[in-house]
């Protein structure tokens, strides 16, 4: 079976058009800002994170591929509508950063503040990925938290989904948030 962040992939591809606009909220190692980046080559990527790490590796990362489309942003996914305005597809994949310290990890209310700014930034007909990862103390909160969160969405405006495995405790799972029409 695929690893979850290769199906939030597949996911964020059936939106992606080139010429969009796109963003990693939580840049990483730059596995999602190089796929985006990928898909909308004449577009732009926004990624954002707060480690200075996660900026090298994502830098190194898309200087090796060639990628140039890229905005990297060194500051809080809370903090995106002082970068952008507007995009299509969108990344967060919540947690810590792989290889490094894992106490360090994205934080419910920060993590909040980021969801709710991305969705009224979202176009119509774009779509909000959100990779939740419940096995470690601050991804449990998250996890319990927009699983609950994404009930409360109007479907006038928003359809939602889970993508999980459902015999494995603590796994990581999907939540995917489509705009249907701006409020």
Partial sequence: MKRIVDYAQLFMKEYLKDGDTAVDFTMGNGFDTLFLAKHTPHGKVYAFDVLEQ?????????????????????DGHEHADRYISRFKVGVFNFGYLPGNNKEETTLLKTSQEAVEKALKLLERKGVLILVLYPGHEQGALESHYFSSYIQ??????????TFKMENKTDCPYIIGIEKKREK
């Fill in 152 to 161: 409360s969405l109007d479907t006038y405006y928003y359809e939602c989904f």
């Fill in 54 to 74: 996660a900026l090298k590796n994502t830098e190194a990362k898309l200087s090796w591929e060639g990628i140039e489309n890229v905005e990297l942003i060194l």
